[in-house]
């Protein structure tokens, strides 16, 4: 096999003239190091591939055995520490725990590699999967979310929103400084919203992001939306995606429009620092706390459950979309979901849109039932 592989046992352990001082310990900081240049082959992010392999570091220590020792019952013992501790971590982060060990010994494991045999000859031991579906935490919709968390109903967004323009309205009668950025606050929260924006992805929006969609002349530069900071998966940099406007929302064109073409934007003293559509009073951006520090203050003005986060403002858009009929895989696409099944644990439609949908299917059933033939 060539050691051109990212990844492959190095020559210097392989060499059989050379003695290995502390061998375990050595061959283990060579492991972590092959996984480090596979994973870089890969595409992962360095933030990623370090804080994985700081993970093994730990399990190592805890479980004071080396990956040719590796049994199921430590990976068990491990994550039912963390689990029962003072502090018990969550499922999802027990989850990628347990994820980055099974890919490390996936890694090892794999014949392309050569440390199943090199072990082997050294150690009179091999590596295996220690991690299965049985021990570790399954991906469930009963946890994916928080339960909390849900689309906010259309009479909840106006009320936040009323809020704000009230506000607005306020400080500038009262010659405050304030109204600008509450100004600025309230529109990005609507763009939050009339685009499905995860926080990042509003917050890194700048004024070139926005172009027209010549499907549709009338929204004119402001048909679609260029995210280029979207999630990432696997540790891989962030994606792109355009989001286009739709007619349920282009009541954010004017907005828009008033912020950017109609000077708002501009007065803020930070604005010609760079293209970033929201600066911020002392800096070129706004940042992630800033918008959620305001938000959280909006929603608490109005008397809303603490649950309802800036985040839910798109988990409202893929509802409220669904609830108008638009297709679900329409939406997936428009909000960056790989899978179906992650737009869903998005969507949580009112009684009254779910009233209907069964209103409309038995109505449906009637009809056929008179008309075998319809």
Known sequence: MSEAVPGFVPRMLRDPDVGLFRADERVYAAMLDGWRAQMLARGLGTDTIEARCRLLVRFQEFSGEFPWQWRPVDI????????SGEKPLSLKTLRSYSNAVAMFCGY???PGYGWGEFCERTFGDIPSQICFEWNTPR???DDAVPPGRRAFTKAELQRVFDHLDDLVDREYAAGSKRWLPLFRDSVAFKVCYAYGLRRR???MLDLEDFGPNPHVSDYGHFGALQVRWAKGTAGSGP???TVLTVPEFEWVIEQLRTWTTGGMRKQFATADRSSALW???RGARMTKGGFSDAFAAARDAVGLPKELGLHCLRHSYVTHLIEAGYDPLFVQTQVGHSFASTTSLYTSVS???????VQKMIALRLATQKDPDA
């Open 139 to 141: 991906h469930t919709t």
């Open 108 to 110: 090892l494991t794999h």
């Open 351 to 357: 009684s009254d849109f779910k009233q209907k949908t």
């Open 201 to 203: 992805e509003l917050t």
């Open 76 to 83: 068990d013992d491990f994550l039912a520490g963390l689990r």
């Open 239 to 241: 994606r792109r995606r």
């Open 279 to 281: 600066p911020s009073e």
